[in-house]
């Protein structure tokens, strides 16, 4: 058993019948639409950051992990930081431009707004 498998059977201690399941309660994954059909918006934020500017890419339909990785790559490609949580993608700076050139040409619908 796993570290995380006793989290999955709370509730349940023992049962002594043989075709017994834990019921889990996982989300299931969300599937990751395919970067033509993923229409994303590009804005900039400046409330709550300190003053600063951050570019935010919003409305990503998918995976966490495959978030991440897109925001791996426009942060690689705009020379900055960022990050990916709940669904969007925080890229540091005013990049919108240059982050709407990019998904556009990886496949992406992507406008500003």
Known sequence: MSSN?????LGTVYST???FQYQTEEAP?????????QRLRVA????????KQVTIVADFVGDESD???LCKMLKQRCGVGG???E???IIQGDFRDKVVQ????AGYKARKI
Do not use: C, F, H, Y
């Open 102 to 105: 990019i998904l556009t040409q």
């Open 17 to 19: 019948n043989p075709e």
């Open 29 to 37: 994954r969300t599937e990751t639409l395919p970067p033509v059909r």
């Open 87 to 89: 669904g969007e993608i």
């Open 5 to 9: 498998d006793w989290k999955a059977r």
């Open 83 to 85: 990050s990916a949580k």
């Open 67 to 69: 978030l991440k990785e």
């Open 44 to 51: 900039l934020d400046r409330r709550n950051r300190g003053g």
